[in-house]
């Protein structure tokens, strides 16, 4: 995001803009459920957006016209590019009783609101994902 907001700032007369459908999908996420809570646990999703909201904050503290950031999505949504194996979002949704529950991203994205920032020492998202290995596939 770093970058981006400043060849928009530096490239582009500093146009107002925002980030939309910013996000991670995960295969399988049940897997990340606490058994005791029911909640599940995406400390991978709550770094991977810790990392592009700290870039982006960077960027408009050096006067990057940035003005909304929009995560994709709020709720679980599934994406045919993948065969609908992922799942994205800070609220769960159950296919069989189509029961909403929030996951821990949901709780961790509210504090950051609530306190219009974080806490830095957040796990880096290396320790959850081997972005080495990540393959990336073209649109069709």
């Keep these: ?10 490239d582009f007369d500093n146009i107002p803009f925002y ?12 897997n990340y459920r606490d058994e005791k809570t029911g909640e599940i646990q995406d400390d ?9 909201l700290e870039q982006l904050h960077k960027a408009i503290e050096e006067g990057a ?12 949504n599934w994406s045919w590019r993948n065969a609908y194996k992922n ?12 029961e909403r529950r929030l996951k821990k991203s949901a709780r961790w994205m509210k504090t ?15 320790k959850f994902m081997d972005l080495k290995n990540i393959k990336f596939t073209e649109s069709v």
């Design 112 to 126: 950051v609101s609530e306190n219009n920032g974080f806490e830095n020492g957040y796990e880096k998202i290396e």
């Design 65 to 76: 016209n940035c003005f909304g950031y929009h995560m994709w999505a709020i709720t679980d």
């Design 19 to 30: 980030i939309s459908e910013n996000g991670m999908g995960v295969e399988s996420e049940w």
């Design 87 to 98: 799942t994205y979002g800070y609220v769960e949704i159950d296919l069989k009783t189509q």
């Design 44 to 52: 991978y999703r709550i770094a991977f957006l810790q990392e592009h």
């Design 1 to 10: 995001f770093y970058e981006l907001a400043k060849v928009i700032q530096n």
